[in-house]
């Protein structure tokens, strides 16, 4: 029932329950959440990337691609994709970065996109989710730990009643 919370402590997932149970789930997000993002194309999405990743990374490796990827399709292990390629053209070693976020979060608000986006950036700098990938991740969302909360939040919703936004 509450998949996307195992981890979190007892007291916090009775309170989950509760708002699913009175049906006011959906009335808390939509208070903290109202609007939607502006960035429903793949290239609305580049340039959001982008726009994060100059901010927040600018030493980082380029991305050769960003978009919404119909195929994530079991959001309970990602949301988003990170991939890195590396091949040999010529004489020289040639990496790729692309970032893939679920097509599910074309519609939702910006800071649940903010928060994935933050995280899947942090990937171009540190590999395994580890102390100092969280911390990156904060620095480019300082709520990065409560969006990531109510997107988890989110997701349980959609799997009780369906689409909020």
Do not use: W
Request: hydrophobic share 35%; aromatic share 12%; charged share 30%.
């Amino acid at each position: 029932m509450l998949k996307y919370i195992d981890g979190y402590n007892t007291q916090l997932k009775a309170q989950v329950r509760k708002l699913i149970e009175e049906e006011k789930l959906g009335d808390y997000l939509l208070s903290r959440y109202p609007d939607t993002h502006a960035y429903t194309t793949d290239k609305a999405l580049y340039g959001f990337v982008q726009e994060m990743k100059n901010g927040a990374l600018k030493n980082a490796a380029p991305l050769s691609k960003v978009l919404y990827d119909t195929k994530i399709r079991d959001i309970n292990k990602a949301l988003g994709t990170h991939t890195f390629v590396s091949r040999v053209q010529g004489g020289k070693l040639k990496a790729k970065h692309e970032i893939r976020i679920s097509n599910l979060f074309k519609k939702t608000p910006e800071a649940f996109l903010r928060m994935i986006v933050a995280h899947e950036l942090a990937h171009l700098r540190e590999k395994e989710h580890n102390k100092a990938f969280y911390k990156l991740c904060v620095h480019m969302e300082p709520e990065y730990h409560q969006l990531e909360f109510d997107t988890r939040l989110y997701l349980i919703y959609r799997e009780h009643f369906g689409e909020l936004y």
